[in-house]
């Protein structure tokens, strides 16, 4: 079975960005495709089936229930914590970033795994500069001299500036 | 004088709104073609059908350059000015829909249709009683006999042509001129730029006439050549080398491309569904959420351009960033996928309402009013 749509909900997560905008991309599939080869797949399904054990948010003491427990069960541990924060740099950069060594020492080998843009278009389709409201450098051109309006930085969830989305 | 003939000045304005509208009509449907092109495939298409759409904007700006120079005001923001797809256009006897739909040999082929070269033979009425009256706007339509539209669209702007002519001619007779707009409406090239072509103001016959040709020209190719007096290749032949798979060089006969070939992945292309309607996007859905917003953002920047076009041309520059941003937008649209759909994509709906312009966020579902 597709693990798109529970890879897609944690992406959400844990990059701030609405579904809609991580599909908008174009990208999500070869970003799945990129993780599992990498890391492989049930390393993965192991990661997101953790996800989506995690408490849901209906109440404001539970958001920091499952914030704990996302950021002690995923993003603590050892196996999955980098590969939890590879797939935010992933999304946000179009690039995968060599695992730490002691994370293959632990748990390699992992022959794909070396630093790498996943395609010419993810590259493009970053949300680092969505967030920052500017456009990547020699595509995605934002109009002449749009340089003189102050960059559009969308509202995130959780921002306490942000009117809620 | 032919019913067909332009012999008021009003009648000539309603003409030139008509043509900004026809005009802004094809944007949609390339727009939504061009940005179905899966990243990184089908670059000739996607720099063939960019620079038609770019072209498109111009013309769109040339009318209204013509309806300032004669004392009109353009109006983009006028409830009907965008279609709600598809829409009919002439095709001499026949009449066609054009679709928002995704880049494919269909959708070519519906493009080379909008764009093919057509001039109704000596002897035959200009205009013909159309034929279809569905629910869809009719591109092409005699402004005032709204049961008869034009053979062709080349017909529709050598109308144009005509009353200008005619009508400057007859203000002249008196000492007069049709040409009163005020020159500070001219858009130039000062706040157009890379638009397809060089943009001039205009202020009397000779540069209204080169306009019109310009449009017809780049557009409906109305003569029997491949290229125009510019050396450039008209609409309908960008287009045909899609289906050729190989481009048109200089000498070439028409339907008989022999240049470089052009490489064509059809498949390569998001599914948009055809002619996507904000009722087809489940509602409350952050899809839906998004789908709502291009439209309000469309309907701004048809504001902001109605501002430029009134005397305000350095509106204009702002407009094209915001431009830039809803194409941003119309991407990220095409490539979720229409839950409920069997596996086809959204996409921007266009439908724009007046209310949607100046519409606060809330009150999504007052958008799906089409104007």
């Avoid at chain 2, 009683?129 to 709204?146: M, N, Y």
């Avoid at chain 2, 960008?238 to 491309?257: M, T, V």
């Avoid at chain 2, 490489?263 to 899809?287: C, H, N, Q, R």
């Amino acid at each position: 079975m597709s693990q798109l749509e529970p890879f897609l909900a944690f992406s959400a997560e844990v990059t701030a960005f609405p579904i809609v905008e991580l599909q908008g991309t174009g990208q999500a599939e070869s970003y799945l495709q990129t993780v599992e080869d990498i890391v492989g797949t049930q390393r993965l399904d192991r990661l997101l089936v953790l996800y989506q054990s995690l408490p849901l948010a209906t109440r404001e003491d539970i958001r920091q229930a499952r914030a704990d427990r996302l950021r002690r069960d995923i993003f603590g541990s050892d196996e999955l914590g980098p590969i939890a924060r590879n797939i935010i740099k992933l999304w946000y950069s179009g690039t995968w970033y060599e695992l730490p060594s002691a994370w293959t020492e632990a748990y390699g080998p992992a022959p794909q795994d070396v630093t790498f843009v996943v395609a010419p278009s993810s590259y493009v389709e970053g949300l680092l500069w969505t967030a920052i409201g500017a456009h990547p450098a020699g595509a995605k051109a934002p109009g002449y001299a749009s340089w003189q309006w102050p960059p559009h930085i969308p509202p995130f969830a959780g921002d306490p500036a942000a009117t809620p989305r | 004088m032919d019913s067909s003939d332009i012999t008021t000045l009003e009648e000539l304005k309603s003409y030139l709104y008509s043509a900004m509208q026809l005009e802004h009509a094809t944007l949609p449907p390339y727009l939504v073609a061009l940005y179905s092109i899966k990243p990184g495939t089908n670059l000739d298409a996607t720099q063939i059908i960019r620079v038609v759409a770019v072209e498109e904007m111009l013309h769109l700006t040339f009318a209204a350059n013509l309806l300032n120079a004669i004392g009109g005001e353009p109006d983009l923001t006028v409830p009907g000015f965008v279609p709600n797809f598809p829409t009919y256009l002439p095709d001499g006897e026949q009449e066609f829909l054009v679709h928002l739909a995704p880049f494919s040999r269909q959708t070519i082929e519906n493009f080379l249709q909008i764009e093919r070269p057509s001039l109704a033979p000596s002897g035959v009425n200009k205009l013909v009683a159309r034929r279809e009256h569905g629910p869809f706007l009719h591109l092409g339509t005699h402004p005032r006999q709204t049961t008869m539209r034009y053979y062709s669209i080349g017909d529709f702007y050598k109308a144009i042509e005509d009353g200008l002519v005619y009508l400057e001619g007859e203000a002249q007779k008196q000492g007069k001129t049709i040409f009163t707009g005020d020159a500070g409406r001219q858009i130039t090239s000062q706040y157009y730029y890379s638009g397809g072509g060089h943009l001039h103001p205009v202020t009397d016959l000779a540069t209204a006439v080169t306009a019109i040709r310009l449009v017809i020209e780049q557009g409906e190719g109305q003569t029997a050549t491949i290229y125009d007096s510019q050396k450039e290749l008209a609409h309908y032949y960008r287009f045909d080398q899609l289906i050729h798979g190989r481009y048109y060089r200089s000498g070439d006969a028409i339907e008989h491309p022999t240049g470089e070939p052009v490489s064509v992945d059809w498949d390569a292309a998001y599914p948009v569904k055809t002619d996507v309607k904000l009722a087809d996007i489940p509602a409350g859905s952050e899809l839906h959420q998004a789908a709502a917003a291009f439209n309000q953002a469309y309907a701004r920047f048809l504001a902001e351009i109605t501002e430029a076009y009134n005397g305000k041309p350095h509106k204009l520059m702002e407009a094209v960033a915001h431009m830039f941003e809803f194409r941003n937008a119309m991407t990220v649209l095409i490539r979720n996928p229409l839950p409920g759909s069997n596996g086809l994509y959204a996409g921007p709906t266009f439908e724009v309402s007046p209310e949607a312009a100046g519409a606060p966020q809330a009150g999504a579902e007052s958008l799906e009013v089409v104007a």
